[in-house]
């Protein structure tokens, strides 16, 4: 089965830095997402990105979060000042279309330590 | 109310028996409705879609009440990998676009 990937799958930073998480989605996938999961809490969405810009994003995606697909395979995460409530795990996802019931694959993610 | 509520368990079941999971939505419109299972710390994956009609995979099937506004997951004779958090998940928006989750329920499968 096609996988979404996403590097690195732990990143340690310092609260202030920036930090980028990246993504590879599935290639012939035009939806894509940004969730993330603070431990023991549940799954949140951050951010879906179609057609080159932001569809639509969650109030936790404030100014400080940025979404890019520099080039035609790489779906980017930047958070530019990281705070401790960042620390988390951040899933990347895609699917081809946005139909409803359509299955939406997930990467493994990136845990987001921030110190 | 909650936008999605379970009850977070942990259930702890014996092999082979069978176990039932409820969820609440509180938006009446909500579109779509699924079931996914997560391991520790690991990514969500999707168990199966949740249809009007109800439907079956295997040892697991999922029913939808609107009326009610509850969707559940029947797991038969369950094996000891069946032990993980099962989400439920729900779309309001249409097209997956901001999918609402619930905190999940812990199943522990044990000999």
């Known amino acids: 089965e096609p996988e979404v990937t996403q590097t690195p799958s732990h990143q340690v930073t310092q609260m202030g830095q920036e930090v980028i998480l990246r993504c590879v989605p599935i290639s012939n996938h035009l939806y894509f997402y940004w969730y993330r999961q603070i431990l023991g809490q549940k799954v949140e969405f951050l951010v879906s990105?179609?057609?080159?810009?932001?569809?639509?994003k969650s109030e936790i995606f404030d100014d400080q979060f940025s979404v890019e697909r520099p080039d035609g395979s790489n779906f980017t995460l930047k958070i530019r000042s990281t705070k401790l409530e960042d620390s988390a795990m951040y899933f990347c996802?895609?699917?081809?279309?946005?139909?409803?019931?359509?299955?939406?694959?997930f990467g493994s993610g990136t845990q987001l330590s921030v110190l | 109310r909650k936008e999605v509520e379970q009850d977070p368990g942990p259930f702890n079941v014996p092999e082979g028996a069978t176990v039932a999971f409820n969820c609440t939505y509180s938006?009446?419109?909500?579109?779509?409705f699924f079931w996914y299972r997560q391991d520790c710390r690991k990514e969500p994956k999707l168990l199966m879609s949740v249809y009007s009609s109800g439907n079956e995979d295997g040892r697991f099937t999922a029913q939808l009440n609107r009326a009610s506004q509850y969707i559940s997951l029947l797991i038969r004779d369950s094996k000891l990998s069946d032990s993980a958090t099962y989400l439920c998940?729900?779309?309001?928006?249409?097209?997956?676009?901001?999918?609402?989750w619930g905190l999940g329920t812990s199943l522990a499968v044990n000999p």
């Open positions: 996802a895609s699917r081809v279309v946005g139909a409803t019931n359509e299955k939406l694959f």
């Open positions: 938006n009446s419109a909500s579109q779509s």
């Open positions: 998940v729900v779309d309001n928006a249409g097209n997956n676009r901001k999918l609402i």
């Open positions: 990105f179609y057609n080159n810009e932001i569809s639509e």
